[in-house]
């Protein structure tokens, strides 16, 4: 595992500061000694998994090595095999070849609402993405400090994850939820973090309560998009048991049929919250349970929906 120091240099960056962690990385503030570029850099560690991650003891937006606040969700390791899905841990080698995947992906974006990436460095044997520095508050940050929050951000998403799945460059990005969300100071928000994915679809990294069937397609994205308006409305999320038992398997079934319509009785948002819209309602309920509902039906509802607002 490669440790990072704030007042460290390596290959022309200086670190300045500690940024944030996941379930697999740490990311530090540098700057460029010689063009004064600021750069986010994502390093991994020794091994990574949500379930690893220190929660600190109380509700906080400070960033530190040593923990998350405990309303993060980091994501996990998952794991795809005949008898159904195992959630685990990545050794360090499974970690490189996470940050190797995904400097992989955003290289092959470049839209203005996905993070860039400036480089990829490889020190000491460990590889280190050279991200773009992109300022401003995660959408975790601004739900917990009950910042007014605008649909137009995930219409925003949505309109981007169609634009890189249709030029082949990202079929979906696997792993939304507010803390892969940044928006800036400009209102513009800018998508993090996308899921490592092997080929065949063996292994990815993912969040279960955001992606609680373990989807491996676009319709992730769009169910995450649901979760994420539904916690807004009401401050909870709609699945505590997460993931879905039989999420991975493929045989189906009356069992598994009943097990989903099941898992699917969450509360609806206007219990919870009365000031719930009815057609947001309808939107989130689409967005969860109905499976071919996908991005550019997401897409013309929120557009109609914000049209009317």
């Not at 120091?5 to 530090?28: D, H």
């Not at 899921?195 to 397609?217: E, F």
């Not at 989903?260 to 919870?272: E, G, M, R, T």
């Amino acid at each position: 595992m490669m440790k990072l120091a704030v007042g460290e240099v390596v290959q022309g960056y200086r670190i300045t500061r500690f940024l944030g962690r996941g379930g697999f990385a740490s990311v530090f503030l540098a700057q460029h000694e010689e063009t004064g570029n600021k750069v986010a850099l994502k390093v991994g560690g020794a091994s990574g998994g949500g379930r690893q991650v220190t929660r600190l003891l109380e509700v906080t937006s400070r960033r530190t090595p040593e923990g998350i606040s405990p309303d993060e969700l980091p994501a996990e390791a998952v794991f795809f095999e005949p008898r159904g899905v195992r959630i685990d841990l990545f050794d360090e080698r499974e970690v490189q070849a996470m940050l190797r995947a995904e400097g992989d992906l955003l290289a092959a974006c470049q839209h203005e609402n996905v993070v860039t990436v400036h480089d990829r460095l490889v020190i000491d044997g460990n590889p280190v993405l050279v991200l773009e520095y992109v300022r401003g508050k995660t959408l975790r940050e601004k739900i917990r400090s009950l910042e007014g929050i605008h649909l137009n951000w995930f219409l925003a998403v949505v309109r981007a994850l169609l634009a890189t799945k249709a030029a082949g460059a990202l079929d979906y990005h696997g792993d939304l939820k507010p803390e892969n969300l940044v928006v800036k100071p400009s209102g513009k928000v800018v998508i993090l973090d996308p899921a490592m994915r092997v080929p065949g679809g063996s292994i990815v990294t993912t969040t279960p309560h955001y992606n609680p069937l373990l989807l491996c397609d676009s319709k992730a994205d769009v169910m995450a998009i649901g979760i994420m308006i539904y916690e807004i409305l009401t401050g909870t999320l709609p699945f505590d048991e997460v993931p879905w038992e039989f999420a991975g398997r493929q045989s189906g079934g009356e069992t598994q049929r009943l097990s989903l319509s099941y898992f699917f009785s969450y509360s609806p948002p206007h219990v919870l919250n009365p000031k719930t819209p009815e057609e947001l309602e309808r939107i989130i309920y689409r967005c969860i349970t109905v499976s071919d509902y996908g991005l550019e039906q997401l897409k013309g509802d929120l557009e109609s929906f914000i049209s009317k607002a």
